[in-house]
């Protein structure tokens, strides 16, 4: 039987089917090997030879496909049709070739297909090929340079800028664009203007709007009506003028549909229709496409099967008419400028499939909802319209208004899917008024029925969402789409973005390595550097470069670069930083003053200062003796606040202003001001997480700032039973008892009973934080015994298995976590701490009473830990595994984890 290596055990599972017992199917669980975590693994004065190890948890993969092959002695590889899956395929090649388990008669063969379909399947097993180097020599560039710049770079920000975490070549780009559009925001100035619009009536008595678009003989530009008094003077003209119908011109138009999807578009819709991240979008198509529902998701091409678009036709014409069915099949042409990934675009693998013939989980059903409706769409007629523009005008031709119209004469491919936008139609967007216009005629008069001004303010270029981020990426052509959905996961992980609303917002962190990167490596984080070396790595991977090149013509500027900074003091960074950040940091005051100048003192220089934990703040250079402290950008993480002295929500009874503000720890409210000159500060409290901050009014910001709030006498001793908020978070105490509560509402409202409840779950947990919690879920057995629960934890919830935990990934969830995950989980956290089950304990111990191991009881008391016995050589292996698993800074552009 040959041996058949596949990525994921889902997939193992349903090609097995497929081949059946002629073959044995195993999985890879990605990527076995990687770069060694430390520095060095990447050697630029030896031509850039790498270091590689193969992870602790695939040991067992990598040994399991070894077995398999010393009873076979054929080997498929047959992982992912990319560029990564073409790297799997060979790293397993060179680690069974040195684990000896690759003989010279062993026939080695790499098949792809883009479907895990029985006949895509069995067709792939007919063209076998070699593994295409040229690719891997591109993945072994990319990762080279991913990790020379992680590992050099991050260096220089941990040390010149205390707090940052790390920085990367795609990543570090895609952060300055968020950083970019943020300053847009604040440097923007919003401009008033005013329109005019009138109701007016035709001779039949149907009603219809018009907006002025001619005044005083000439042509109205945006902010030709800049005031109130203007827009009255423009509201009296055309009220006191008769209006008839100068022209009317009706004129068809039609629309074609959306290409079929690819891995860039997919993620944009995704989070447009569904507020779904780029990550989770390729987690659920990577579950479609794992099940056979849809061909492979990480592809930049968006042309389709030819067996695929005759399929959709047929549909389309069972489904909803052959009017429906254009004459001839649409083609769409790739815009990739590098065939490399260009397959198929992303479709349903059988087109009369519906998603209500499926049964699919939420997520899954959602995708592939989206996935087949743009999918029958691209095949579909255009729809087609019929816009008409109706031009009034007063006699004298002092007033001219202008009325817009959209019908719909045919829906075409509007009757499956239509695209959606990234941000609502301008009110002058004259395609996005789809207003219908009754039957008007040149020459007929209309009569007024209302005529009225609306005031209006220019907005600021909108914040990114994951959607228009990816998109702009694209455009730019920065990274590729099998790192876009790592890379926006990244920036937020580290605390340099946060998302709120489905909007990224830039981070003190940040911003301050933006700064410092623009400042020191301006061109390493430049948009044309980097879409330059992009367009390097494809041509290595069609090619036409030698990798070795490409590497040596970056490393050495780049290295120059980096040694450049090395004498940098922090002091003259931050100074730095303060120039280029001034506009923002320190915007003009009214009064005229030096805006560095402390407000508090009236002495001290302002100037931004880092804290230990990586956040950033302006404080006064007078220190200690002047304490006055405000957040970097004034704002708190929901664009409340404008200012140092925050967002006014009100007053107490005394008088007091009472301001919801941002610090270093997060987002607060304060009662009273500070008194210049005193060392007491006014009272404030932290709006605790989960509360949003739109919620926070004047009446909550004081039940807030009059914690701890008493709920009444414990029944018992009579001892108060108190709700409030602590480090933790919020809770109920009674005594040294303290009880958390989950939800951050319920101290302001919690009563006795609620409380009493509470309490009494603490104490049946008993003292201590160590104290056993119920299971959040029961998954069900380890195959090797003992049961598998999801618990809760301080820092969120995991598996916990025996003695082994394992947390949750951040984008799972404990209600989706399935049993398979779980087992990988704790079987990947068991193989890096030693804590899961040894079943060959037994006969280790009865191997240690015969004479030879008896002769080395020093080594083995050397590495006891707890009474158990181990080898010196296992011990340095975990404490490499621990290492590996707890570095920081690790480039951000790797291979996607679930490949």
């Known amino acids: 039987m040959a041996v058949v290596v596949v990525e994921s055990p889902a997939k193992a599972k ?248 690819m891995t860039s578009t997919l993620q944009q819709e995704a989070s447009r229709k569904f507020g779904m991240g780029a990550q989770a979008a390729m987690r659920t198509a990577q579950k479609l496409y794992e099940a056979g529902h849809i061909t492979y998701m990480r592809t930049d091409g968006i042309d389709m099967a030819p067996e695929a678009v005759m399929a959709a036709r047929d549909v389309i014409a069972a489904r909803y008419g052959k009017e429906y069915v254009p004459s001839s099949p649409r083609m769409y042409k790739n815009k990739a400028k590098n065939a490399q990934e260009a397959h198929e675009c992303i479709r349903p693998t059988d087109m009369s499939r519906a998603p209500d013939k499926l049964s699919l989980e939420p997520d899954q059903r959602k995708l592939y909802d989206l996935i087949w409706k743009r999918a029958l769409a691209s095949q579909m007629e255009a729809a087609r319209f019929e816009r008409t523009v109706v031009e009034i005008a007063s006699k004298d031709g002092e007033v001219g208004l202008r009325a817009n119209g959209q019908v719909v004469t045919f829906d075409g491919f509007l009757k499956v899917y239509e695209e959606g936008r990234d941000e609502a139609p301008s009110r002058d967007d004259e395609e996005g008024d789809g207003a219908r216009l009754p039957v008007i005629h040149q020459g007929e008069k209309t009569a007024k029925r209302d005529v009225s001004p609306e005031q209006h303010f220019t907005q600021p270029p909108p914040r990114y969402t994951e959607a228009t981020l990816v998109k702009r990426m694209e455009e730019l052509g920065i990274g590729r789409p099998s790192t876009y959905a790592s890379i926006v996961t990244t920036i937020q992980d580290r605390g340099y973005v946060l998302k709120d609303k489905n909007r990224l917002i830039p981070q003190d962190k940040g911003r301050l390595v933006t700064a410092f990167l623009e400042n020191y490596f301006g061109k390493y984080v430049g948009y044309d550097f980097t879409a330059a070396l992009e367009e390097d790595l494809d041509e290595v991977s069609a090619g036409n470069k030698d990798w070795h090149d490409v590497l040596a013509r970056f490393w050495k500027d780049f290295h120059a670069a980096v040694g450049e900074t090395s004498e940098l003091r922090i002091t003259e960074v931050l100074e730095k930083i303060n120039e280029v950040l001034a506009p923002h940091l320190f915007p003009p005051r009214e009064d005229g003053k030096d805006p560095r100048l402390c407000p508090n003192c009236g002495e001290g220089r302002l100037s931004m200062r880092t804290a230990r934990s990586g956040g950033a703040f302006i404080g006064c250079s007078n220190y200690p003796e002047c304490r006055y402290t405000r957040p970097m950008s004034g704002e708190t993480e929901g664009g409340e606040l404008a200012g140092p002295d925050g967002k006014l929500l009100g007053h107490d009874d005394n008088g007091l202003p009472v301001t919801l503000r941002s610090g270093r720890f997060g987002p607060y409210v304060q009662l009273g001001e500070q008194v210049e000159g005193s060392e007491e500060k006014p009272k404030r409290a932290s709006i605790p997480k989960g509360m949003a901050l739109e919620d926070v009014d004047l009446k909550r910001a004081l039940d807030l700032l009059s914690l701890p709030r008493l709920i009444g006498m414990h029944p018992e001793d009579g001892e108060p039973v108190e709700a409030s908020i602590g480090r933790f978070g919020p809770y109920v105490r009674h005594g040294k008892t303290y009880a958390n509560i989950r939800d951050a509402e319920e101290v302001l409202t919690i009563g006795m009973n609620r409380a009493m409840e509470v309490l009494a779950q603490k104490a049946a947990r008993g003292p201590g934080r160590g104290a056993s919690a119920q299971p959040l879920r029961e998954l069900g057995d380890h195959p090797d015994g003992g049961a598998l629960q999801v618990m809760p934890g301080r820092y969120g919830p995991y598996v916990k298995w025996e003695k082994v935990n394992a947390t949750l990934p951040k984008d799972v969830t404990p209600e989706e976590l399935t049993l398979e995950a779980a087992v990988e989980l704790v079987n990947a956290k068991a193989a890096i701490t030693g804590k899961g089950r040894k079943k060959a304990a037994a006969p280790k111990k009865a191997a240690a009473k015969k004479p030879a191991a008896a002769k080395k009881p020093a080594a083995a008391k050397k590495t006891t830990a707890a009474g158990k016995t181990t080898t010196a050589k296992k011990t340095t292996t975990a404490k490499k595994a621990t290492a590996k698993s707890a570095a920081a800074g690790k480039p951000a552009e790797e291979a996607d984890a679930e490949d």
């Open 14 to 261: 349903t090609i097995n089917k497929y081949l059946g017992s002629d073959y044995t199917v195993l999985a890879s669980f990605g990527h076995v090997r990687d770069l060694v975590e430390k520095d060095g693994s990447v050697d630029p004065d030896n031509n850039f030879e790498m270091k590689w190890e193969i992870a602790p948890a695939s040991q067992k993969h990598v040994r399991a496909i070894a077995e398999a092959l010393a009873k076979d002695d054929k080997l498929i590889l047959a992982t992912d049709p990319d560029r990564e899956g073409e790297a799997i395929s060979w790293h397993l090649m060179e680690a069974l070739t040195k684990r000896r388990a690759l003989k010279k008669t062993t026939e080695v063969e790499r098949v792809v297909f883009n479907a895990i379909t029985k006949s895509a399947v069995t067709e792939a097993m007919k063209k076998p090929r070699a593994v295409d180097m040229e690719l891997v020599e591109a993945y072994l560039a990319r990762r080279a340079l991913d990790y020379l710049v992680g590992f050099t770079l991050s260096p220089v920000l941990w040390r010149k800028l205390p707090g940052a975490k790390s920085a990367g070549r795609v990543q570090s780009v895609s952060l300055r664009l968020i950083v970019e559009r943020e300053m847009e925001i604040e440097a923007f100035r919003a401009r008033e203007y005013w329109s005019v619009t009138a109701v007016l009536e035709t001779p039949r008595g149907q009603e219809f709007r018009a907006r002025l678009t001619a005044l005083s003989g000439k042509k109205l530009d945006k902010f030709d009506i800049a005031s109130e008094a203007a827009a009255a003077l423009a509201v009296q003209a055309v009220s006191s003028r008769d209006l008839s119908v100068a022209s009317v011109e009706a004129k068809p138009a039609s629309r074609n549909p959306s290409a079929p999807f």
